[in-house]
């Protein structure tokens, strides 16, 4: 048995067996509907002045993603949709999967190219503009295949839902993670920045083309990036931009003093490597709260919207955000507008009882 559910512009067949992910059939997660929102979201703003896409989705499952892909990246640019212009290929390594991809596409009438088999091939077997990496757990051992999969000027988006080893729980704070190249995770007060620090760290180590984060954001069970990529030509300087932008978040838990450098400082706790650069690019989310304004931000994920308003307004302030409780250690904590008075701080969307202090 299944039933239709709907989401963005699409509808989609889904299993009987409800929201549990089971081995055996396609799994759709309800949960991870405003990460697909975002991704729609974002997707449309990045290509809306190209003339032709590809579009790689190798965790297809019930073939959500892709089709709503398929469907809305046409709405507002100059693609038009069942024309060569817009490719996309989903994958995934369960035939049940694919049978439910090729139903939900035909539900929708959009064309997708499927490919049952590991996630790896699909991802290096041509040049893509856009990879979404959405697995479940860590997209670690994806990155190299969709960095050799993907075009110039292409965009990478990839979650991670592996928050016990990026957040220092397990295995424990300090210990080298294997999936991330020997990078190590700490416990603090900002465990959600250093995990996305982390998981972009990974990225740019494994490339060798210029890298810009355009989003990068903590919700819910997962993080998630959207990074741009460019080329490497024979005269990209050394150390490459790339290379300054790696480095470990400093910090010390009595003090609660911390810093971003190039080398670990002594007398502090470390995690790292990691991406020391930027997080967002201001005008890029300026563009997407304007894309979900007026009209169409009636009829958007009200938590979407107030995740890029909050985004968009921290872009500026200083890296590794602060919580009332340690700003306020011992003392009793006064409501979060009065701190934002005091710090000349704004909101950060990584904790709600935390602000990023003015740069």
Known sequence: MAKIITEGKVKILIPSQGNRPIKSSAFYNPKMKLNRDLSMAVAREFFKNRASVKICEPFAA???????????????????????????????????????????????????????????????????????????????????????????????????????????????????????????????????????RLLLGLIARKSKRVMKPLLSLSTDHYIRVFVKFGNLTPHTPHPTPIQKNIGYVNYNPKTGKRSLSKTPKTGYKHAGPLWIGKLWNKPFIGNLLRGTGAKERRGADKKLVKILETIYEECNGQPLYSSVRELYKGKQQPKLSEVMKKFKATRTHFKDQGVRLKA
């Open 62 to 196: 019930t073939g959500i993603r892709a089709i709503r892909y398929a469907k809305e990246l046409v709405s507002t640019s100059n693609l038009q949709p069942q024309t060569p212009n817009l490719f996309v290929y989903a994958g995934d390594i369960r035939s049940s999967a694919i049978e439910m991809v090729e139903k939900n596409a035909k539900l929708n009438k959009v064309k997708i190219e499927t490919f049952r088999g590991d996630a790896n091939e699909l991802l290096t077997a041509r040049k893509y503009d856009l990879i979404d990496l959405d697995p479940f757990g860590t997209p670690a051992i994806f990155v190299d295949s969709a960095l050799k999969g993907l075009k110039a000027n292409g965009l990478l988006c990839a979650t991670a839902t592996d928050m016990m080893a990026l957040c220092g729980v397990a295995p424990k704070a300090g210990t080298e993670m294997q999936k991330y190249d020997g990078a190590k995770a700490i416990k603090c007060e900002f465990v959600h920045e250093v995990a996305v």
